[in-house]
């Protein structure tokens, strides 16, 4: 069983930056296809992609990817010895307000662009509130 706790979400000004954190527990290394990421909500809207990192590393190419929703803003990355993934933010918008969640799975394919339902293990999330 994975569990994920998210940190580091908070209310900026339009422009401002933020940093989240999701620290994992359990078994993270099922297969050599696992996958983290963030997705976001916002209000009256579906939950949608931001990035992706395939925490085993990518056979090709680099092991981030993401979303054109926030591409060039954000940064996601991986801290193997404290399974911590990071996403860094820049540049906030008010339609970035949201409740952003971490998640951690075995997707097809480990790219933004795959079905939520491929993720098993979805943390609380972390609200981030640009003004």
């Known amino acids: 069983h994975v569990q994920l706790v998210e940190s580091g979400g908070g209310s900026v000004q339009a422009g401002g930056s933020l940093k989240l954190s999701c620290a994992a527990s359990?078994?993270?290394?099922?297969?050599?296809?696992?996958?983290m990421g963030w997705f976001r909500q916002a209000p009256g809207k579906e939950r949608e992609a931001v990035a992706t990192?395939?925490?085993?590393?990518?056979?090709?190419?680099?092991?981030?990817a993401y979303a054109d929703s926030m591409k060039d803003r954000v940064t996601i990355s991986y801290r193997s010895n404290t399974k911590t993934l990071y996403l860094q933010m820049t540049g906030l918008k008010p339609e970035d307000t949201a409740m952003y969640y971490c998640?951690?799975?075995?997707?097809?394919?480990?790219?933004?662009?795959?079905?939520?339902?491929?993720?098993?293990?979805w943390g609380r999330g972390t609200q981030v509130t640009v003004s």
């Open positions: 998640v951690a799975g075995e997707p097809s394919t480990c790219r933004p662009d795959v079905s939520t339902s491929q993720f098993k293990y």
């Open positions: 359990g078994y993270l290394y099922s297969s050599s296809r696992y996958c």
């Open positions: 990192y395939n925490i085993y590393g990518a056979q090709y190419g680099p092991n981030d």
